[in-house]
């Protein structure tokens, strides 16, 4: 995937691209676990890259541009659910969106 990177808050193996499309693009371990534009925000992640860094990395994309969503784990299980920043400058979870079940869960916006 190529584009422009851009420095944010996330760790090691994770970068963001501006790509095509009009879509910013965050990249862990050479997946994009998250692109996003004006109209929607595309969540993927495979069963074997269900891992906490990756729901981590998802949570730091919707905090750092304030995309309105959280990924949280339920027993064991993948939901959406959307959310907002608090006054005290966490990202608090709202009401669910949905069950992230498959590999790749997409946010109308």
């Not at 990249?27 to 906490?52: C, E, G, H």
Request: proline share 1%; hydrophobic share 35%.
């Amino acid at each position: 995937m190529q584009g422009t990177v851009e420095r944010g808050v996330y760790g090691a193996n994770t970068k963001i691209l501006d790509i095509q499309g009009g879509y910013k693009a965050v990249i862990y371990q050479d997946t994009a676990v998250v692109k996003f534009n004006d109209s929607r925000i595309i969540l993927t992640a495979p069963d074997s890259a269900k891992t906490q860094t990756t729901k981590l990395r998802m949570n730091q994309a919707s905090y750092q541009y304030n995309l309105g969503y959280m990924v949280v784990k339920i027993r064991g299980k993948w939901f959406v659910y959307s959310s907002y920043i608090a006054e005290n400058g966490r990202l608090t979870k709202r009401d669910r969106i949905g069950a992230f079940d498959r590999h790749q869960y997409t946010i109308y916006r």
